[in-house]
T-cell receptor, first 114, second 114 residues
Framework: GAGVSQSPSNKVTEKGKDVELRCDPI?????LYWYRQSLGQGLEFLIY????????KSGLPSDRFSAERTGGSVSTLTIQRTQQEDSAVYLC????????????FGQGTRLTVV | GNSVTQMEGPVTLSEEAFLTINCTYTATGYPSLFWYVQYPGEGLQLLLK?????DKGSNKGFEATYRKETTSFHLEKGSVQVSDSAVYFC?????????????FGKGTRLSVIA
């Protein structure tokens, strides 16, 4: 597609439920990144994919968080047994190969856990 | 590890005032440096970048120079407009053979009043 697409744009869920957030990167981009932006905080790195593999999962806050990427394209971030502190905007970005290239961001998914 | 420190906000300026947002970094080697901007209700977008020492990135009247000696990448604009009101993020990417995640500062909110 023309840009990074994320769905849903907004999600309200009850505490304890599981949620899935989807990211469709720019076609041909090999790298895909998930970040979390909480109110008043910067961007917290969660996980990064190169192709279908995840060389860096260091930012996942707990084992309730997982992510996968299939076919080198779409990625899904899953949060199990959601907690109120999981409420944030979840941002996905993708980039082409190369350390100097910019990352293109989606509009994000605003997750609210009630 | 790699990190970015940028000045705390919020910053409030009158239209046509001079803007500086300070950014310093800590990194192994010579990273690429970026400024991203997030306008109200929109996703992050690249404002400018610099990939090696003494490079100057510029866009929309904004400039930043990669200063290796002071490990800084301060953002400047000579005359701000109301439309520049946004949150500005400084970021770095380590220079490796493949893609690595961007490391962001906490962001600086700029409000420009007429």
């Amino acid at each position: 597609g023309a840009g990074v697409s994320q769905s849903p744009s907004n999600k309200v869920t009850e505490k304890g439920k599981d949620v899935e957030l989807r990211c469709d990167p720019i076609s041909g981009h090999t790298a895909l990144y998930w970040y979390r932006q909480s109110l008043g905080q910067g961007l917290e790195f969660l996980i990064y994919f190169q192709g279908n593999s995840a060389p860096d999962k260091s930012g996942l806050p707990s084992d309730r968080f997982s992510a996968e990427r299939t076919g080198g394209s779409v990625s899904t971030l899953t949060i199990q047994r959601t907690q109120q502190e999981d409420s944030a905007v979840y941002l996905c970005a993708s980039s082409a190969q190369g350390g100097n290239t910019e990352a293109f961001f989606g509009q994000g998914t605003r997750l609210t856990v009630v | 590890g790699n990190s970015v420190t940028q000045m705390e906000g919020p910053v409030t300026l009158s239209e046509e005032a001079f803007l500086t947002i300070n950014c310093t970094y800590t990194a192994t080697g010579y990273p690429s440096l970026f400024w991203y901007v997030q306008y109200p209700g929109e996703g992050l977008q690249l404002l400018l970048k610099a990939t090696k020492a003494d490079d100057k990135g510029s866009n929309k009247g904004f400039e930043a120079t990669y200063r290796k000696e002071t490990t800084s990448f301060h953002l400047e604009k000579g005359s701000v407009q109301v439309s520049d009101s946004a949150v500005y993020f400084c970021a770095l990417r380590a220079r490796n053979s493949g893609n690595t995640p961007l490391v962001f500062g906490k962001g600086t909110r700029l409000s420009v009043i007429a």
